[in-house]
């Protein structure tokens, strides 16, 4: 059955999907958006249209028609030259397993798993291959990294080791020190390696084993492994170590496989490094052994020797004891009509942090709309007072976030919904009591707590070799504090639930998603944490991705696009968990997580099939394209187009041929972008490719940095100069 509610407002809508007899089989829809939604009437009239032409209602497409001139508009004929354009595959080792397609699931109750751990046996260790490893082990503070390196030098492996301290030294032939907050020491490790002929292919980075708890600050962040991680991916691409290369990363304190285990919200770090350099860099191959705290025993040794040894392809391992585990994500139905145990409360009080967009907006007004909720809104301390909005209305440079945050606070208010809005510095736990103390003064009783993210920027989302210091104090530390600091003050409440709205980048990982995959692991781990401690039921929620409100899905990426889900979807997903509360963390995915996983693993072939020097891949013809071809004029625009034609098998590429046309996506961006930084010794951001995907841009791009290097250096010269005529003249008037 389809309802199409006609008219303005959304209203009989909300009140059809909460029906007892609505079920997943209906369509609801609209035909005019919300006062609130920023978009086109006819836009949105016509999407709703292209929906019940999907859902199977017959159209009167002459009526739809009837006022519009037609005309012919003759498209251009294929030329069916006979001209193979295809890549001829590598051969692979082994018979791979068909990958299964993920499909969207038609059902919502079929969105939801839940991680589990399983039993698995011990791998089958591979015979002992001396002449074909060399290791290297970033060493720890309680000796495992030591044993592991003894076992492999009597087996008759050549190990390296190194470990943390001020500065890169070389102890001895096999013995290194480095800082590991620089990223240039980690290049330096490997030229030294690669002088003496040690280049590694197998790596083991223990560094991160820790016997304490690590607090949220901005050292331990460092100490968490996280940058050492990331700072070895990006100086295995900048030494360019051809050849697999298999990282272990071995560590303490980030899986909960038995209930006394403790969880370090802040070692959860290391899971996202762990799932996507394999994602950028296809020949690195990374898995993640967790081990229990303590000082490793003889077993346990033995235990990893045989991982490490091992073609076991499992991306997280832990071990307990002589058991092998290994994560799975189990599917769970939350039905529409399921009993609730934890049923929200009619007028209860909802504090929703980042309540004005994004997903913390979508459950507000679902709040308000159902259960009049009466709302404390959290904002952060840049948000104006409420005596400020109509002047800041007013001014047309008022950003637009602000705008619309305003905006959305009016139409609360307008609704006759109960609201309080206050601004606080989230990484101040003392701001953030005095904060919930204020709003209890207000409303009473707090019963429940939303934290989102809000609307994440762009400066997120960059691959690894993009990743520097300053986007971590600008992004991931911050976050993980005001994480931190709502964890410490919610410990002295008892409420209904907690909950934080994560990603399922911490699942799937994904291109240009460490940062952004690191924030919703610390949020998982730390619904763990707080489990353990407090009797507060905290719940980190997976997310897929969710459709903007003021954008159609197809502006989204397209391998995004076919799994985003719907504001009023996700908002009925959001009940169904709230009122189960299922587990510490649930995993939200429109499309088969399994199909999906199996897709986001790393490719078994290279990338562009190049040798050392330079071969390149059979060339073929430039296809047709939807510009002319323009050939490249200056030495920068040629070596741009000639990294190009070796990475698409083309001979011919002109410099305003279109990147993603031609057949280029996010990987084959990161690695292309990567070449051209060592080709051209230039910094050029990946982003910058998305911008305007031509060689003319990105040579434009790299001239104006060039003249802009070379004007600073002729002012600074120009300013010696005049300081050494200056001194000059002084000195000849005394």
């Known amino acids: 059955q389809v309802l199409l509610e006609m008219g303005p407002g959304q209203t009989l809508t909300a009140l059809a999907k909460q029906h007892p007899a609505h079920t997943g089989q209906h369509v609801v829809m609209a035909s005019l958006r919300q006062p609130h939604q920023q978009q086109s009437d006819v836009a949105f009239l016509l999407n709703t249209l292209g929906r019940l032409w999907v859902t199977g209602v017959k159209i009167d497409w002459p009526g739809f028609y009837i006022h519009e ?6 498209l251009p004929t294929y030329p069916f030259d006979h001209q193979r354009y295809w890549i001829e595959p590598k051969a692979m080792s082994g018979n791979l397993p068909a990958q299964p397609k993920a499909i969207r699931r038609a059902e919502m109750a079929d969105w939801f798993y839940t991680p589990t751990w399983k039993q698995s046996p011990q791998p089958p260790q591979l015979a002992p291959n001396p002449e074909t490893k060399t290791w290297l082990i970033f060493e720890d503070k309680h000796g495992l ?38 990223r240039e020491d980690y290049a330096a490790l490997l030229q030294a390696l690669s002088a003496q002929g040690h280049r590694p292919n197998q790596i083991i980075h223990c560094a991160s084993l820790t016997s304490d708890r690590l607090q949220v600050t901005r050292e331990s962040f460092q100490s968490s492994g996280f940058n050492s991680l990331i700072y070895l991916a990006q100086a295995l691409e900048e030494q360019n170590l051809s050849g697999p290369i298999d990282l272990s990363v071995i560590s303490n304190q980030v899986c909960q496989i038995e209930s006394a285990d403790e969880v370090d919200p802040t070692k959860a770090l290391l899971l996202s490094p762990c799932r996507v350099i394999p994602q950028e860099y296809p020949t690195i191959t990374c898995r993640y052994l967790d081990i229990p705290a303590g000082k490793p025993s003889a077993p346990l040794v033995r235990q990893l020797l045989r991982e490490l040894q091992s073609a076991a392809t499992e991306s997280i391992v832990a071990y307990r004891g002589p058991r092998r585990w290994i994560q799975s994500f189990e599917a769970i139905r939350l039905t529409e009509d399921s009993q609730p145990s934890c ?37 952060d301390a840049g948000f104006p007072e409420s005596t400020q909005w109509a002047q800041l209305l007013d001014q047309l440079d008022t950003p637009v976030a602000i705008r619309q945050k305003i905006q959305r606070a009016q139409q609360l208010e307008q609704n006759g919904a109960q609201v309080l809005i206050l601004k606080v510095n989230g990484a101040d736990p003392e701001q953030m009591r005095s904060t919930l103390a204020r709003a209890a003064d207000r409303f009473g009783t707090l019963h429940g707590v939303i934290h989102t993210l809000g609307s994440v920027g762009a400066e997120v989302f960059s691959p690894i070799q993009d990743l520097d210091n300053h986007q971590h104090e600008q992004t991931l530390i911050p976050t993980m504090q005001n994480l931190a600091a709502l964890a410490e003050t919610l410990t002295e409440r008892e409420l209904d639930f907690c909950m934080l709205t994560s990603s399922l980048s911490s699942v799937l990982g994904g291109l240009g998603q460490a940062t952004h995959a690191a924030i919703s692991l610390m949020m998982d781990a730390l619904a763990e944490q707080q489990n353990q401690a407090t009797a507060t039921p905290w719940i ?28 009023l979807d996700g908002v009925e997903a959001a009940r169904r968990i709230l009122i189960n509360l299922p587990g510490s963390r649930i995993v939200v995915s429109t499309g088969d997580l399994a199909g999906r996983l199996m897709q986001r693993l790393p490719a078994l072939v290279e990338l562009d099939g190049q040798t050392e020097e330079g071969a390149l891949r059979a060339q073929h013809p430039r296809p047709q394209l939807s510009n002319p071809y323009v050939a490249p004029r200056t ?100």
Not at 552 to 558: F, G, L, V
């Open 343 to 379: 049923p929200l409360r009619e007028a209860g009080v909802y504090v929703i942090v980042n309540g004005l967009t994004g997903v913390g907006w979508a459950l507000a007004q679902y709040l308000t709309q159902t259960v009049n909720a009466r709302l404390v809104l959290l904002e």
């Open 145 to 182: 990294a030591m044993q592991l390196a003894q076992q492999l030098v009597q087996a008759g492996y050549t190990v390296s080791r190194a470990r943390f301290a001020e500065q890169f030294a070389r102890l001895s032939a096999h013995e290194y020190t480095l800082n590991s907050q620089r």
């Open 635 to 734: 030495e920068l625009e040629r070596t741009i187009v000639k990294a190009w034609q070796e990475v698409f098998g083309l001979e011919q590429i002109g410099i305003d041929d279109n990147f993603f046309e031609l057949g280029g996506n996010s990987l084959i961006a990161i690695h292309t972008m990567g070449r051209l930084k060592k080709q051209l010794h230039a910094d050029v951001p990946t982003a910058a490719l998305y911008q305007r995907p031509t060689a003319r841009f990105l040579a434009e791009l790299l001239a104006q940095d060039e003249d802009q290097a070379a004007q600073q250096m002729a002012e600074r010269l120009a300013k010696r100069k005049a300081d050494l005529s200056r001194r000059t003249l002084l000195a000849r008037r005394r």
């Open 540 to 567: 980190s929620v997976d997310w897929d991705v969710w459709q903007p409100e003021e954008e159609a899905t197809a502006t989204m990426n397209a391998s995004l696009a076919q799994y985003a889900i719907a504001p």
């Open 69 to 74: 001139r037609r005309a012919r508009l003759p």
